[in-house]
């Protein structure tokens, strides 16, 4: 029997020093949630901390580097001893290459740089969270992710690998933790007009850009629950919004819809 879970009261967003984290952590505090975050920068932290409190929310900040496990367990710790259970976990921590180039031509340490941001520092987090989050009755789990994930790119190899590893643990922690109160999801908060975003030539002369706000409001429609039928799965704001989503839901459900996943060829494909 699948465990009904409440809605969230408590969140932890890494990289919530700038760019979308900081987003996330100022529209979680304004929604009421206690918030925690994590970063590699005090100054930045401590400056979305004190935005955070003029909400009337506690907030906290940890110094981290998501790849660095000793870092990790530190900040967790003094998190959790401030905060108490986390039942919203955001892994928004995140990189891309250097270059915008072919896999070819580009470095391979910064490839691999990029792939353990993305993959190791969610994994490093995410354990680090969920044993209490579990003991408390379940949680949520938010990997912030891209359309990288599942579509071919001209370049920024590392960034793909790294994004479709995060959809592969979103899928697994769902299959393993879902009847013990745990629901994952994807969140792609299109391109939002951020520092990185900004630098990267891919972007250049681009016009249109995703609102914050409603990158916030996905993810506080998945706090309180309301996308919880969807576990495991992936959403994009800018595009999807709840009230769609909920919506649809029968349809994704049916077509088991918006996973990575191999698809076949048609009824005499071997892999079914």
């Known amino acids: 029997m699948t465990t009904t879970v409440g809605p969230a009261r408590t969140a932890l967003v890494t990289g919530a020093g700038r760019g979308i984290g900081r987003h996330l952590a100022l529209g979680l505090a304004e929604a009421g949630f206690a918030v925690g975050l994590v970063g590699r920068t005090l100054d930045t932290l401590e400056e979305t901390a004190e935005a955070c409190r003029r909400h009337g929310v506690p907030a906290t900040a940890a110094v981290a580097d998501v790849v660095e496990a000793g870092d990790v367990h530190t900040a967790m710790d003094a998190i959790h001893a401030d905060l108490g259970s986390i039942d919203l976990l955001v892994n928004n921590a995140g990189a891309i290459e250097a270059l915008e180039v072919p896999f070819a031509d580009d470095d391979v340490e910064d490839v691999w740089r990029v792939i353990e941001v993305n993959i190791r520092g969610p994994l490093l987090v995410t354990q680090a969270v969920l044993p209490r989050m579990l003991e408390a009755g379940g949680g949520r789990i938010v990997g912030l992710s891209s359309g990288a994930a599942y579509r071919r790119s001209p370049a920024h190899t590392g960034y793909g690998i790294g994004k479709g590893g995060l959809a592969r643990l979103t899928v697994m922690l769902d299959a393993q933790y879902r009847d013990h109160g745990l629901r994952t999801f994807d969140l792609s908060p299109g391109v939002v007009r951020t520092d990185m975003s900004t630098s990267m ?68 494909d071997p892999l079914g």
């Open 201 to 268: 030539p891919m972007h250049e002369g681009r016009t249109a850009w995703t609102d914050p706000g409603d990158v916030v409001d996905l993810l506080a429609g998945i706090a309180r629950g309301d996308l919880d039928a969807l576990s495991g799965r992936f959403v994009r704001a800018g595009v999807d919004t709840v009230d769609a989503l909920r919506a649809a839901t029968d349809q994704i459900l049916a077509t088991d819809g918006r996973v990575l996943r191999v698809t076949s060829w048609g009824d005499d």
